[in-house]
């Protein structure tokens, strides 16, 4: 049974840091992308940023230059290091596994996963 567990979250206050993780567990073969996407009270989801096995990234505009995300993937763990928190930033975060493959037999395929969330909340 594959999950995806996430932690890191909290309260913190407009300029301060945060630290999320993401660890996928279970039987993997690989997984191909890993990425966080936030979504804020009466807002779509949206994606923040991404990373790709070999490493390539992608964020969204409004994180350029203040998140980093990175990845162990001998842990299947991805991480987003979020800097220079403003109150706009305030959402729950999800982690994303994109092209994951359960150690299956026979193989069952690539699936995507979602983890259950986790709140960020900057105070202004």
């Known amino acids: 049974q594959v999950q995806l567990v996430e932690s890191g979250g909290g309260l913190v206050q407009a300029g301060g840091s945060l630290r999320l993780s993401c660890a996928a567990s279970?039987?993997?073969?690989?997984?191909?992308?890993m990425g966080w996407y936030r979504q804020a009270p009466g807002k779509q989801r949206e994606l923040v940023a991404t990373?790709?096995?070999?490493?390539?990234?992608k964020y969204a505009d409004f994180v350029k230059g203040r998140f980093t995300i990175s990845r162990d993937n001998a842990k299947n763990t991805v991480y987003l290091q979020m800097n220079s928190l403003k109150p706009e930033d305030t959402a729950v975060y999800y982690c994303?596994?994109?092209?994951?493959?359960?150690?299956?037999?026979?193989?069952?395929?690539?699936?995507?996963?979602w983890g259950q969330g986790t709140q960020v909340t900057v105070s202004s």
């Open positions: 279970g039987s993997i073969l690989s997984i191909d992308a």
């Open positions: 990373i790709t096995s070999g490493g390539r990234t």
């Open positions: 994303n596994a994109e092209g994951l493959v359960p150690m299956t037999s026979p193989p069952s395929g690539a699936w995507d996963y």
